[in-house]
């Protein structure tokens, strides 16, 4: 809840972005068509009436609840309670909270008329001066949302100001390249190819090194999957079209082709069948569907509940026979170490073993949806607002699995993939099992005269007997089981490769528990 987090900024300022989160989480809730009344009582019953947070979601609810009439008690309440809340925030050195109540401000502001872009963008930009180039240290994601609103007013600013914006872009976008964060650094690059050319200035230095950006996050991603790979290159093509001298093109095609047949290789000959590329493309254009329909986060949770990304073992099962042989003789799992982790049983035997090619085939599941989810994001079609909102809608979060989902999600935007495995795999559990007590469900086991929370594994279990056999299945191979990928285990163990702790990893094991979540949900409700 809000006051949580205000109690929570208070104590340590430089996490105030989970606050703003709870502050846009409630605006959003009211701006939505969804009836979200519940939510906003809870919230303002908890908070004092004066403070400017109150009387900012307390006025947009009137504003919203008359049909944008209550102009006094609405937006213009609203407005005055913005910059109160960016006073405090400085005061406080809430950097992202400031930053938060200056947008707001901005639209706000805009859509009433007129909006004077002068007086709006000094104040933005002497903040962002002031915290950017000085010691403080401000949630520099939102930077990108200021700047692309100051870019739909070019031609309304001050030379002056176009000039100290132009210098902070450029700025920015030097630090995300030193930093290797090309996707954020190419839409820096984009920002200020657009400022140039509304300045009419030569564009080509840029465009040279949006083609490099492609070139150095292949460089860095060298020892990715082949498809990973191709997929960087397709969207360099995509991108520098226009631009992309005819030498360089043919060059980056050949890649793509050889990526491509690298890929078909590093899959099993039962797979060969699949073409992930269609796989890959139906995740997106479904996204895009939903999304033109509804929003970007009602797309993200449609999607936690699309069979995407995780195999099928009620069809592996089904194929058994395509290779008796291979599902005839035991089988010992060995570590990454050489040590002996796991047994599978032989035909038989008792206990339970993958069918053959279903962890190769989870494998390129994970792969596809690893891949689309990034063409999303690059394309600027899901963004980090968007795992925010859906995040603070799940059922049963704790405030402590939201505070570690939060830095997990910043952490996966901001490119440092081990630090959002390694925030995000302990959640796995505590999620999974507050939202089966959220629903009513017990999760915890006997054992003697005390009860205990079941494991993992037991969760899953619980998933796989309740919900779903595919599911449960693909969470256990892929988390808990010595048989399969076994994530949990190696990262608590710290066996996994830091090779391993890429954009797939984090971004599959975020996915995987917002739809562990939604699907709980679902089920019992």
Same mark, same amino acid.
């Given at each position: ?8 900024? @208070? ?49 947009? @609810? &009137? ?23 960016? /006073? ?39 903040? !962002? ?31 002056? =100001? ?17 930093? @290797? ?23 080509? /230095? ?82 895009? $569907? ?75 599941? =994970? ?7 990034? @063409? ?23 405030? $402590? ?32 099992? =507050? ?49 399969? $990928?076994?994530?949990?285990?190696? &990262?608590?163990?710290? $066996? ?6 890429? !954009? ?6 975020? !996915? ?14």
């Amino acid at each position: 809840m809000i006051s949580d987090k205000l109690e929570q900024a @208070r104590i340590s300022p430089e996490e105030d972005y989970h606050l703003k989160g709870d502050i846009r989480r409630a605006l959003r809730a009211i701006e939505s068509d969804r009836n979200h009344s519940g939510l906003i009582e809870e919230e303002l019953g908890s908070l004092d009436p004066d403070h400017p947070v109150y009387r900012l979601i307390d006025s947009i @609810r &009137v504003w919203e609840g008359s049909d944008h009439e209550e102009f006094e008690s609405g937006v213009r309440a609203a407005l005055e309670a913005l910059d109160d809340l960016y /006073e405090l925030a400085l005061e406080e050195e809430w950097y992202s909270v400031a930053s938060y109540a200056l947008l707001k401000s901005i639209e706000y502001r805009e859509g009433l008329g007129g909006f004077d872009a002068t007086e709006q963008f000094d104040e933005v930009l002497n903040f !962002f001066y002031d915290h950017f180039y000085g010691g403080s240290e401000v949630d520099l994601g939102q930077l990108g949302d200021h700047v692309e609103k100051m870019l739909e007013h070019l031609d309304e600013m001050e030379e002056d =100001n176009i000039s100290k914006l132009s210098r902070l872009v450029e700025d920015r976008a030097q630090q995300l390249r030193e930093n @290797r964060q090309y996707m954020a650094e190419r839409d820096y690059l984009d920002y200020y190819i657009t400022i140039k050319n509304h300045l009419g200035e030569n564009v080509s /230095e840029e465009e040279s090194r949006l083609v490099e950006s492609y070139e150095d996050e292949l460089e860095q991603k060298s020892s990715a999957n082949s498809m990973l790979k191709a997929d960087i290159l397709e969207r360099g093509v995509s991108r520098c079209q226009s631009f992309l001298p005819d030498e360089k093109e043919n060059e980056w095609r050949l890649r793509i082709r050889e990526l491509n047949k690298q890929a078909r290789e590093e899959m099993p000959a039962t797979e060969h069948e699949v073409d992930l590329s269609e796989d890959i493309t139906r995740i997106v254009d479904h996204f895009k $569907q939903v999304q033109s329909k509804t929003s970007s986060w009602e797309a993200l949770v449609n999607l936690l509940y699309q069979p995407i990304g995780q195999g099928n073992f009620e069809e592996a099962l089904e194929n058994i026979d395509e290779a008796p042989a291979a599902n005839m003789l035991p089988k010992n799992v060995i570590s990454s170490e050489g040590d002996s982790i796991g047994f599978e049983p032989g035909m038989n035997q008792d206990g339970e073993r993958a069918p053959t090619g279903y962890i190769a085939g989870l494998r390129a599941s =994970n792969h596809t949806l690893a891949v689309a989810l990034r @063409r999303l994001i690059d394309q600027k079609l899901l963004s980090e607002s968007d795992f925010y909102m859906v995040l603070t809608l799940l059922p049963g979060i704790a405030i $402590q699995d939201e505070a570690f989902l939060t830095d997990t999600i910043i952490n996966l935007f901001e490119e440092r993939y081990a630090e959002a495995v390694h925030l995000a795999v302990p959640r796995l559990e505590s999620v999974t099992a =507050n939202v089966y007590e959220e629903m009513g469900k017990a999760v915890t086991k006997n054992q003697g005269q005390l009860y205990r929370q079941k494991g993992l594994g037991g969760l899953f279990k619980l998933i796989e007997e309740d919900i779903s056999t595919n599911f449960g299945k693909y969470l256990q191979y892929r988390y808990t089981d010595t048989a399969g $990928q076994n994530i949990r285990n190696q &990262v608590a163990h710290g $066996q996994i490769k830091y090779s391993a702790a890429n !954009f797939k990893q984090a971004s599959t094991l975020l !996915f995987d528990i917002y739809r562990t979540a939604a699907r709980i949900e679902e089920n019992y409700n």
